[in-house]
């Protein structure tokens, strides 16, 4: 800490030289013309460069320089990359090399110059003029990643960004992701559309809510867990095709797979059902995939993943058979799926109904085992309070999430439009919460009689974005994608 306040005082000395010598170290005058990109693209394939080049004017933050006196060879970084300009004593003059002398790594310069190549064949820019634009206080570390403490590297996401170029990658992939789910969307006929952050009733999802209170309103309201019982009242009114790319809360612990704060892409489509809705996400996905990577064959975690169609289909029940130690037979009966599940190592109330029983069981034995795309349906009715029953067998509901690399990555259901079977189910969890289940659904007797007007045939979906992105950027942790995540007080 002594070395770095040494530091923090010698460059706090050099602002106040500046400022003295009538220089000011943050000037907001300076508009730069090019980029690094645009220096790549016009000379990047030349071997030779012509006589009269063209002038740059460019503008970058200082990460490497190395001197030699008269000369020196500065790298800068902007926001498409990383160019290095050579300036020189005989060029610049003496009075502004001394002034280039006194710039820091960290510092933002402007620099106008002209391409030339180095002895080595590096593409330069030779500069004419240079300008100091910001002065850096605080040194940008040398190692960064060497950190022992890996979360300074997300909770000072702005240092991160300055030294490793492959998380700037992912972040313009995240974006690109974005991008891309939106151009699909709108051109299948969807509107965008945004719906409260703050409800008066959390729904949509199986979440302990946020909860805060309005002073004028005099009123509790929490931030939404999820859209979905709005967008399905934006179809009662007529929008036969909705979606938003939603920010979303839920009040639960922090893991490489969850953070309070999350981003979703939620739709919803009338007349259609959710055997449609698993052919529209292959179709979504494996577009996104392709534009962003090239491929549909990709690694993550080391694993390799197709994304090559069809994808995998099972049943909760197929999968609990496909990847856990207990027979069909013994999973139709009621104990003795019980007794297998006490034998993993689930921890369940003996009252436990059916259908959350083997859901907790195929959790347990299945989930992490999904490594290609896969599609889990004929969840429980008991587990899926918006889901319609299925015509066949009332106690399963026309759902299916999507799994990928041992981690769910959307959900999906028929959505159900009968407002008395509606309402009984809300009522079931507002029993379920009273017992304490504190992610049970609250009552909303507004979603009730919106479906009393009536909800067309829809379905609807949810496909997780921080997800998709860690998968497809080949991401370990949900930190990794989100670029202010949640974290503790510092210290603590």
């Not at 996401?157 to 939106?182: A, C, G, M, N, T």
């Not at 981003?263 to 995939?289: G, R």
Request: with cysteine; charged share 30%.
């Amino acid at each position: 800490m002594e070395e770095l306040s040494e530091l923090l005082l010698q460059r706090r000395r050099k602002v106040d030289a500046l400022w003295e010598a009538g220089i000011n170290p943050y000037p907001n005058d300076y508009k730069p013309q090019h980029t690094s990109a645009d220096v790549r693209a016009a000379y990047g394939d030349k071997e030779v460069i012509e006589e009269d080049p063209q002038t740059f004017v460019v503008a970058g933050r200082i990460i490497m320089r190395r001197s030699f006196g008269k000369a020196a060879f500065v790298q800068v970084q902007d926001r498409k990359g990383r160019m290095q300009l050579y300036m020189k004593k005989d060029t610049l003059g003496e009075e502004l090399f001394a002034e280039f002398e006194n710039y820091d790594i960290g510092d933002i310069i402007g620099a106008t110059g002209t391409p030339f190549r180095t002895k080595t064949g590096e593409l330069s820019l030779a500069v004419s003029a240079v300008r100091l634009l910001t002065k850096s206080l605080l040194p940008l570390p040398e190692k960064f990643h060497g950190l022992t403490d890996v979360e300074t590297r997300y909770r000072q996401r702005y240092v991160d960004l300055i030294v490793s170029p492959e998380v700037r990658e992912v972040f313009h992939k995240r974006s690109r992701i974005v991008h891309l789910i939106r151009e699909f969307m709108t051109k299948n006929d969807f509107l965008e559309v945004e719906t409260p952050m703050m409800q008066p009733i959390p729904g949509g999802a199986t979440a302990k809510p946020f909860v805060t209170h309005h002073n004028a309103l005099d009123m509790e309201l929490f931030l939404r867990i999820a859209p979905e019982l709005y967008l399905k009242r934006l179809v009662v009114g007529g929008f036969d095709r909705v979606f938003e790319i939603n920010r979303n809360f839920r009040n639960e612990g922090i893991s490489v797979r969850h953070n309070p704060e999350f981003t979703m892409m939620e739709f919803y489509q009338a007349y259609a059902t959710f055997e449609d809705l698993m052919n529209f996400t292959e179709e979504l996905l494996c577009h996104v995939t392709q534009e962003l990577l090239g491929t549909l064959d990709f690694t993550y975690g080391g694993e390799p993943i197709s994304f090559q169609r069809p994808w995998k289909r099972f049943t909760v029940k197929e999968a609990i058979l496909e990847y856990g130690d207990i027979d069909a037979k013994s999973l139709e009966d009621r104990d003795l799926a019980y007794a297998y599940a006490q034998k993993i190592g689930l921890e369940l109330p003996e009252d436990v109904g059916y259908g959350k029983l083997i859901t907790e069981i195929f959790e347990e034995v299945a989930e992490t085992k999904l490594i290609q795309p896969t599609f889990i349906t004929n969840y429980p009715t008991e587990v899926s309070p918006l889901s319609r029953k299925n015509d066949h067998d009332p106690d399963y509901v026309d759902r299916f999430e999507f799994f990928c690399a041992g981690r769910e990555m959307a959900n999906a259901f028929s959505e159900l439009n009968d407002p008395r079977d509606q309402k009984e189910r809300f009522l079931a969890q507002v029993a379920a919460k009273a017992k304490g289940d504190e992610e049970a659904h609250y009552m909303d007797e507004d979603y009730i009689r919106a479906l009393e007007y009536g909800l067309p045939p829809t379905a609807g979906e949810g496909i997780g974005i921080d997800r998709l992105v860690m998968l497809l950027t080949d991401s370990p942790s949900i930190r990794d994608v989100i670029l202010f995540p949640q974290l503790r007080k510092e210290g603590k």
